[in-house]
């Protein structure tokens, strides 16, 4: 597979390129820290814009949902859909409200989804997308069984319309304005895991697993 | 105004609905907490979802971007936009794969955006598009002067037309796997300021705002 996707007019950045990336490497690096995406598709003429989360394996994103979900069946009917995932990385504070900006890396990925059939692939989309988001946990839990299977609906979307748009560092100032006596810099933000909470129904002797206490994306 | 939105077909929710809020002061709290949004368009028939920052004032949003940005240039025109927020709160552990979910809170705005023209209403509108990203910081920096005004596209967004979808708490499991030895319940997770940054060139007498220390959204 090529290193590099190829841009198309939809991917392309028309202002300020050097903030665009399509090395494969660099959008599935930002794929994988993410876990919920945001699912733009047309209904009716009009624009939804969906949050769900999703798992990546080689080249191809998995999005599950209800067989009876709005999204998942307009989707299903293999609409063109856009795929967004943004990770804030930090607020960029400058001398001039004009140059305030947000540090982030995002994705985005055109195409059309196509359902996971069969109660194989199926499970194993959803073994993706589960240690995609908590990796170590499927080997713990209940797999699905066949009728969770049919009441849940897999769509897979092939990443090779793509691009990623990154703006990271310090605030762009204009001359004049660096003299000015007022703080600049960055406000770092991170998605943090806290303390995990266990269930009220979860025996005492459970232990809270290593893959929870460590969790990080 | 009214305490509640009213329901449409597009931001009804079909299935459950105990997790949609028409509330007006729950959409509100959301979208106060949040500052990125995924904005939903149709250009040429195809979904475009782009993350951009917002503010928020009354039943108004405030969006900006280079006049040159296509999505600015698309939806000066008044065409159909769905703005979707979304916070993320947890991780939710079942014991089976099928239970698993997410915690999170997220509004759906559906309309269409108007250009805020004439200087005062523009450098108005920036200004609550930036005390909503940074409270405090409007007074201490330099307000934008007309070239820059010039240079930027305000939209706003009336948010007559939204809903607010939000999971909470546990995991729900099967009665049968509640028996299962295996770890279940939240792992929390929030979007959580490190330590300030300062500017390469910020002279070292200029300290850290208390409204940077004691950020939280």
């Known amino acids: 597979m ?50 769900t989360a999703y798992g990546r394996a080689g080249d191809t994103l998995y999005i599950h949902g209800s067989a009876a979900s709005r999204m998942m069946r307009e989707l299903s009917r293999g609409v ?19 140059h305030h900006s947000i540090n982030y890396r995002s994705v985005v990925v055109f195409g059309r989804a196509e359902i996971v059939a069969g109660e194989a692939e199926k499970n194993e989309a959803l073994r993706v997308f589960t240690e995609h988001l908590i990796p170590h946990r499927w080997a713990e839990i209940r797999e699905p069984d066949s009728k969770e299977l049919k009441a849940t609906t897999v769509l897979k979307l092939k990443i090779d319309e793509a ?34 909470v266990a269930d009220d129904r979860l025996p005492e002797n459970v232990a809270v697993p290593s893959y929870l ?3 990080e994306r």
């Open 2 to 51: 090529s290193k590099y996707i190829e841009p198309t007019d939809r991917t392309k950045l028309r202002r300020i390129p050097k903030r665009g990336s399509f090395e494969r490497e660099t959008v599935y690096e930002i794929l994988d820290e993410g876990f919920v995406c945001h699912v733009g598709f047309v209904a009716n003429g009009q624009p939804f814009v969906i949050p």
């Open 80 to 98: 063109d859909v856009c795929v967004t995932v943004t990770l804030v990385d930090g607020l960029v504070l400058a001398r001039s409200a004009f």
């Open 163 to 196: 691009s990623a748009k990154i703006r990271t560092g310090n605030p762009v100032d204009d001359e004049d304005d660096y003299a000015r006596d007022v703080w600049a810099g960055v406000l770092p933000l991170a998605l943090v895991p806290a303390a995990p």
């Open 213 to 215: 206490l460590n969790y």
